[in-house]
């Protein structure tokens, strides 16, 4: 059962929200932040009334139906009205509890996607192209906008590392759940004996950083220049335009050579950087909130293992859900993708529902 103060706490706060909005006293900036608050609270606002007098209807059907003086037909009413009364109650509980649910303020970021590869040499790095093909597939279903930031690539198509962005409507709570290790299980063609390998691939998704989301100083960066090494032209490599920033508090680093400008690695690199110093406060608070419990989902622990391909039985595994999909094709292609994002998102809001106070 939900605290009746937290649901009055929401009729309040929608009430002083309209009286404040329509005062027209209040600063543009200000104006925007109480609209979204306002048009938020609106969605829920008629169910937060409904359920804050559900007890006072409740308790005026109980005294019809059991008081002696009312004819068979009104308690016949009245019981009617409280099972629906009852089921409406049940229904509206549910919906203001995921409401009350602590809010990812990172959801609605765009996120800055990090693939490498792992343990299982050439076949390893084919994987990794294969991730982000998917990826780049899902994307363009989705009408989103991926763009390349730097990239490593390896023999036979394979890629060593891809870093990328992808911008759209409500990216990072999409993507979040695919940070974690991707497990290939498949007969590689350079595989004589038919022998199926088992390699793997890290994910990383990180919600990207605004300037004012993170305020990084001058001061805290140490920033090397060096001559790339990677292909780009004659110019990338006769010239010290690669760059290598390391934020000295947290110890971060991050290295970037894709660009012939040193001023363009630098941007690229920063852009990076902030949003994997965002991750990592977010991270650190979330541990301080969490030490008791560990949340699997959307952890970003990229030692634990969250997914495997197995390409002979044809099927896709998620092993926080316990969830198998023989279509993995299909999945490759980006075409079932959402069936396993919906399922994780419902035990995410479990586990969170499970710890609200």
Known sequence: MIPLDKVKDIINKHSKLESDLSSGIIDKKKFAEMSKEYSDLNEIIEEAKFYSSFDEE???LEKIINDNSSDNEMKDLANTELSELVTKNVKIENKLRLFLLPKDEADKKNAIIEIRAGTGGLEASLFAADLFKMY???SNKKKWLLEVISISKSDAGGLKEVIASIKGVNIYST????????RVQRVPDTETQGRVHTSAA???VLPEAEEIDVKIEEKDLRIDVFRSSGPGGQSVNTTDSAVRITHVPTGIVVSQQDEKS???NKEKGLKI???RIYE???????DERSKDRKNKIGSGDRSERIRTYNFPQGRVTDHRINMTLHKLEEFLEGEIFDEFIENLNLQAQEEKLTNLN
Request: no cysteine; aromatic share 6%; glycine share 4%.
């Open 58 to 60: 409740k308790r005026e």
């Open 136 to 138: 780049e597939k899902i």
């Open 175 to 182: 993507l979040k759940y695919e940070s974690g290790v991707h």
């Open 202 to 204: 890290t994910v990383a």
């Open 262 to 264: 040193q001023i363009r």
């Open 273 to 275: 950087l902030r949003s």
């Open 280 to 286: 990592y406060e977010r991270k650190k608070k979330e």
